[in-house]
């Protein structure tokens, strides 16, 4: 499989997400996609108990651990490379997590528009 270019939603270079835990399809730390990534795990959201909840409620439990899986569950606060369109469902019900721009893939803008990331995004560095 091979990535995709690796920019973000502004243009530059795509930033690390995570690597603790580490996320991304690639498990590279990285929102990076290609086309085997159906499920575009593209926006670098970071977990709230509201929206964990949520994603749970709707059957994708990210909160529980799964040893057998190497997965340790996720807590609010942690970074997670999301997939696009399960962040664009939360945002709809009103429980997005909050987004790293900078570590938001380019190819997020498939399935999620500009706008609603920039609602959702932290504060900018300058």
């Not at 270079?13 to 990285?30: I, K």
């Not at 108990?49 to 990210?62: I, M, P, Q, R, T």
Request: hydrophobic share 40%.
């Amino acid at each position: 499989m091979e990535k995709d270019p690796s920019f973000n939603v502004l243009g530059s270079t795509l930033a690390t997400c995570s690597t603790a835990p580490m996320t991304g399809f690639f498990r590279n730390g990285a929102c990076d996609t290609c086309a085997a990534d159906q499920g575009s795990h593209t926006v670098c959201a970071i977990m709230t108990d509201e929206f964990l909840a949520f994603s749970k409620y709707v059957g994708n439990d990210l909160s529980t651990p799964r040893p057998e899986f190497g997965f340790a569950g996720l807590k609010a606060g942690d970074s997670w490379c999301l997939c696009a369109s399960r962040f664009l469902q939360a945002h709809e019900e009103g429980c997005a997590p909050k987004v790293n721009l900078h570590a938001t893939h380019v190819r997020a803008l498939d399935v999620v528009p500009i706008d609603v990331l920039h609602q959702n995004a932290l504060p900018l560095e300058k």
